[in-house]
């Protein structure tokens, strides 16, 4: 567009130049002096509204290299997805999750236990949190309900956070629905008893689709 301008300018001052020139041509018979006058005051008003025309496009050529400027030194935002997003909040706040239950005791943790003194060892993908009856159990971070299930009458939900996913089992009642957005603390339940009658929540973390031990994850006690 500047450069179309500024051609356009030329065009023009040569195209006043030239109608200047005929002017003069057609008053010779006139006399020299009158011919002398009119090529004077012609050329002076063509300086001059050469001399304007020549400002107004430096001007407009300086606003332009200052916007064009301003545009390549614009930070432009990096385009990430909400999930990479919610990915580096959750990893960064590794150790610092609040436990999922107040006041809560690891009852049995992540990987292989033994039950009483039997030779068989059982996995275990998550930790069993000891608690009282009808304690709240609350979501660890930010994000979406993804899943809700009954297992042998008790609910389970799961969250996801990104990549991640936290999953709060044997609960006897839930206040969420699926695909809702959960605050980090939101109460999303209440812990029911296991079949000994004593309280307990079951809590899993996965990284995608790997569980990974919770404890390093969550505040030291």
């Known amino acids: 567009m500047q450069k179309f301008f500024l051609f356009f300018l030329t065009i023009s001052l040569f195209a006043s130049a030239a109608g200047a020139g005929e002017l003069v041509n057609y008053n010779r018979s006139e006399g020299k002096k009158k011919q002398v006058a009119r090529k004077g005051n012609t050329k002076s008003a063509a300086k001059k509204k050469k001399t304007t025309s020549l400002k107004k496009a430096t001007a407009r050529s300086k606003s332009s290299?200052?916007?064009?400027?301003?545009a390549r030194n614009k930070k432009v935002p990096s385009k990430r997805n909400k999930a990479e997003l919610a990915l580096d909040d959750f990893s960064r706040n590794k150790g610092n999750f609040c436990w999922p239950i107040e006041e809560a005791s690891i009852k049995t943790g992540f990987g292989l236990y033994q039950v009483g003194n039997g030779p068989i060892k059982y996995p275990n993908p998550?930790?069993?949190?000891?608690?009282?009856?009808?304690?709240?159990?609350?979501?660890?971070?930010?994000?979406?309900?993804?899943?809700?299930?009954l297992i042998e009458g008790t609910w389970s939900v799961m969250i996801q956070h990104g990549s991640y996913f936290s999953v709060y089992s044997n609960l006897s009642c839930v206040n969420v629905f699926r695909d809702s957005k959960i605050s980090a603390?939101?109460?999303?339940?209440?812990?029911?008893?296991?079949?000994?009658?004593?309280?307990?929540?079951?809590?899993?973390?996965?990284?995608?689709?790997?569980?990974?031990?919770?404890?390093?994850?969550?505040?030291r006690k």
């Open 65 to 70: 290299k200052k916007t064009v400027a301003k």
């Open 126 to 149: 998550g930790l069993t949190l000891a608690s009282v009856r009808g304690a709240s159990v609350r979501s660890i971070f930010e994000g979406v309900v993804k899943s809700m299930f």
């Open 185 to 219: 603390g939101e109460i999303i339940g209440q812990a029911a008893d296991n079949e000994e009658g004593e309280a307990e929540l079951e809590f899993l973390l996965l990284k995608q689709n790997k569980n990974i031990d919770p404890e390093p994850w969550m505040k």
